[in-house]
């Protein structure tokens, strides 16, 4: 268990934004006597968990949605469709990203262009795999 201090240091994250987190029902918390605030181990995953989805440009309502299915036995209909609704949304972004990249290395030469391939290939297939299992 780790007092909001230790925690902030361990993961780099104020306590001012942890304190946030846990306000908005992102992060739990076990009170002492003494009122301080106690976080269980998982509570570092789930910050890392907070800053990816903010990478991807996730709200934090969208990442609460997220934890709450990531956690949850049972699956909420309302919130994976949020989900979906999300990934579609993504994936159509990526898709832009992607055509926009492709059309610039159209100007590198074939040695460029192949090394640039070859550092996109294994997380292309590893994505292209999961979309199809997505896609059905």
Same mark, same amino acid.
Do not use: W
């Given at each position: 268990?780790?007092? /909001? #201090?230790?925690?902030?240091?361990?993961?780099?994250?104020?306590?001012?934004?942890?304190?946030?987190?846990?306000?908005? #029902?992102?992060?739990?918390?076990?009170?002492?006597?003494?009122?301080?605030?106690?976080?269980?181990?998982?509570?570092?995953?789930?910050?890392?968990? /907070?800053?990816?989805?903010?990478?991807?440009?996730?709200?934090?309502?969208? /990442?609460?949605?997220?934890?709450?299915?990531?956690?949850?036995?049972? +699956?909420?209909?309302? +919130?994976?469709?949020?989900? +979906?609704?999300?990934?579609?949304?993504?994936?159509?972004?990526?898709?832009?990203?992607?055509?926009?990249?492709?059309?610039?290395?159209?100007?590198? #030469?074939?040695?460029?262009?192949?090394?640039?391939?070859?550092? +996109?290939?294994?997380?292309?297939?590893?994505? @292209?795999?999961?979309?199809?299992? @997505?896609?059905?």
């Amino acid at each position: 268990m780790y007092r /909001i #201090g230790e925690l902030s240091k361990l993961s780099e994250v104020s306590k001012r934004t942890i304190d946030y987190y846990t306000k908005m #029902g992102l992060l739990k918390c076990d009170r002492s006597r003494n009122n301080y605030r106690y976080y269980h181990e998982e509570a570092l995953a789930d910050l890392k968990l /907070i800053e990816q989805c903010q990478q991807m440009k996730m709200t934090l309502h969208e /990442i609460k949605d997220r934890m709450i299915l990531l956690k949850s036995n049972q +699956v909420d209909q309302s +919130v994976l469709e949020k989900q +979906v609704k999300h990934i579609r949304n993504e994936m159509k972004h990526l898709h832009n990203e992607l055509h926009e990249v492709l059309q610039a290395m159209d100007t590198l #030469g074939d040695e460029d262009r192949n090394r640039m391939l070859k550092q +996109v290939s294994p997380q292309a297939l590893a994505l @292209f795999q999961t979309l199809m299992v @997505f896609s059905g």
